[in-house]
DNA sequence: TCTGCTATTAAGACTTGGTCATAATACCTA
DNA sequence: TAGGTATTATGACCAAGTCTTAATAGCAGA
C-alpha cells in the first residue's frame, strides 16, 4: 500500500503548491512531483480543483471585488444591528492583511473606519457627513482579533449628530471615539445623482 | 475618410469597453461593434492591448499585489518630505476606488489613513502607536482630487507626542487633525519581530 | 500462480481563445 | 480607373486544457 500513501501525499503537496501559486499550470506540477501530466489531471479532477485558467479567472475577479469592497464598500464591517437614529452594533473580522507585516497590529485607520462607518449608518439622511472626530486607541488590535462596535446617537440638533462609538475585543475596549455626522438635504453640487453617503 | 473616423471612434470605445470589462473575449467584442473577430483582433494589436487570457492573468496578479499594498503598505500616501521628529508632508492622489459611487466623494477614513500614516511617521521610534486624534472634515473631497497633507510636531514630553496634521487639495484646507503619537520601546508581548508600526 | 485492484501513463478527439501570415474583397478618393 | 485604407476570410499553429478509452505496472489475497 505504498503508492496510495505517496498518493495521498501527493494529493497535500498539489492543494499546498497550487495554493502557493494559482498560476501554475499542469505542465509544470507534473514536472515538479515527476509524474505526467495526466496524473496531474486526475489528482485536479479527484480534488475539485480548477484549471489553472479557470484559477486565475477567479483570483482576478475576487481580487477586483477584494479591492471595490474592502476599499469603496459602502460600510466596513458587518452590521449586525441598526436602529436608525438611535444605535446601531457593527462587527469587523480582522485579518492579516489589515494589518503590518511585522507586527501583525491591524492599522488604525480600519478600527476607525469601522466605527465611522458605523456611526454615519446610523443617521437618517440622504447624505451623511462626518464633520469631526474624536477618538482614542485604546490598546493595539492583533490580525485576527473580532472587532465588535456599538455607536450610540447621544445628541441631536438639527442635522447635527453626535455618536459616540465603543469598539470591544470580548469584553476588553480597544477603541472609542465621539464623531459629529451632519445629514445633508442637498448635494451641495457634489453630485448629480448621489443619494447617501459620505464617510 | 468617413470609414476612418468610424474606426478611430471604435478603438477608442475598445479602450473603453475593455477597461470596464477587462475579461471579455474577442469573439463578444466583433459581437458588440458588429465587426469580425478578425477586425477586433487586428484593433488590439493595433493599440497593444494583449489578449483577454494576459488581461485576465495580469488583472489576477496587479490586484493580489493591490490588495497587499494598498491595504497593508506602510504608509498610505506618498512621503515627498520628512524631516524625522519635525515635520513632513505626503501626497494622496485620490481615485474612484476611494469613492462611493454615487457621489464620487472619497471615504473619509482615506483621509484620516494619510493623515494619521504621516503623523506617525514623523516620530522617530521602533515602534510608534497612535493614542488618540480628534479630526475635522471641512469639505468633501471628490475622487481624482490630489490631496497635499502636511505634518508638524507641536510638543514632545517624553514618549508623548502632539503632531498636528493639515490636509489642503491646492490652496483650501479640507482636513485637518491632532494625533497624539506614542513611542514605544518593546513591543510589549504584542509581536517577536516587531520593529516600527501601529498605524 | 492467477485474479483483481489501484495507480499511473498513454493516445486521440475536441474546445477555447487566441497568434501569425497571407489573401481576397469593399469602399472611397484623388 | 488606380491606389489606398479598412475589413473580412482562410488556414496553419499554439497553449492549456477537457473527456474518453485503453494499456501497463505493481502489489495483495485466494
Given at each position: 500500500?505504498?503508492p ?7 494529493l497535500r503537496?498539489l492543494?499546498e ?6 498560476f501554475?499550470?499542469d505542465?509544470e ?5 515527476r ?13 475539485g ?11 482576478a475577479?475576487e ?5 471595490r469592497?474592502v476599499?469603496?464598500?459602502?460600510v466596513?464591517g ?17 485579518d492579516?492583511d489589515?494589518?503590518?507585516?511585522r ?5 488604525g ?6 466605527a ?19 477618538v482614542?486607541?485604546l490598546r493595539p488590535?492583533k ?18 449628530h ?6 470591544k ?18 448635494p ?6 448621489s ?5
Amino acid at each position: 500500500m505504498k503508492p496510495r500513501l505517496q498518493k495521498t501525499d501527493r494529493l497535500r503537496r498539489l492543494v499546498e503548491v497550487i495554493e502557493d501559486d494559482p498560476f501554475i499550470t499542469d505542465r509544470e506540477l507534473a514536472c515538479l512531483f515527476r509524474v505526467s501530466i495526466q496524473t496531474v489531471r486526475l489528482d485536479r479532477l479527484e480534488l475539485g480543483i480548477p484549471e489553472s485558467r479557470e484559477r486565475t479567472r477567479r483570483l482576478a475577479k475576487e481580487a477586483t471585488n477584494k479591492v471595490r469592497s474592502v476599499e469603496t464598500g459602502e460600510v466596513i464591517g458587518d452590521l449586525i444591528h441598526v436602529k436608525l437614529g438611535q444605535e446601531g452594533i457593527s462587527v469587523l473580522e480582522t485579518d492579516k492583511d489589515m494589518a503590518f507585516r511585522r507586527t501583525s497590529i491591524v492599522r488604525g485607520h480600519h478600527i476607525f473606519a469601522q466605527a465611522n462607518s458605523l456611526a454615519v449608518a446610523l443617521v437618517d439622511a440622504e447624505i451623511a457627513l462626518t464633520g469631526t472626530a474624536t477618538v482614542k486607541y485604546l490598546r493595539p488590535v492583533k490580525a485576527g482579533e473580532r472587532l465588535v462596535a456599538k455607536a450610540e446617537i447621544l445628541s441631536r440638533s438639527g442635522r447635527r449628530h453626535v455618536v459616540k462609538v465603543t469598539t470591544k475585543i470580548g469584553h476588553e475596549d480597544v477603541f472609542a471615539g465621539e464623531f459629529t455626522v451632519f445629514a445633508v438635504e442637498e448635494p451641495e453640487g457634489y453630485s448629480e445623482d448621489s443619494r447617501r453617503g459620505f464617510n
